[in-house]
């Protein structure tokens, strides 16, 4: 399948997230490069960001195994600064909250969200 992950990487290489952002949005690109540009992305446009983050976040917690737990927890760690910088720790809480009553019979995430304090 052809998209724009090569362009993308080589924009971020040179240092331009904005270009970036916009190759990835228009062509598209790969798993990988989506979480790089919104961590960039994030620094000047959290909300951009966040989208990209939340949509790897559902996607990770689709198998019930723990590599998708320790994904997801990596996840939550990026997106917390995010809400912090738009002044939405309230919204950051609540989606916690939402996917610990969602997921609440995977004791192995539950036990990894105790565990740094989610």
């Not at 961590?39 to 990770?60: M, N, S, V, Y």
């Not at 939550?76 to 939402?98: I, N, Q, S």
Request: glycine share 6%.
């Amino acid at each position: 399948r052809a998209d724009g992950s090569v362009l993308v990487e080589i924009l971020l290489w040179e240092g331009d997230s904005d270009d970036a952002w916009e190759a990835a949005q228009q062509y598209g690109c790969n798993d990988r490069l989506w979480l790089h540009v919104a961590a960039t992305r994030g620094e000047q446009h959290p909300g951009d960001a966040l989208e990209i983050f939340a949509r790897e976040l559902d996607r990770a917690l689709e198998p019930a195994s723990n590599l998708a737990y320790d994904e997801a927890i990596r996840l939550l760690k990026a997106m917390r600064p995010l809400y912090t910088a738009m002044d939405r720790t309230d919204d950051f809480t609540g989606l916690v909250t939402e996917l610990r009553t969602r997921h609440k019979r995977r004791r192995n995430l539950m036990q990894r969200l105790d565990g740094v304090q989610l």
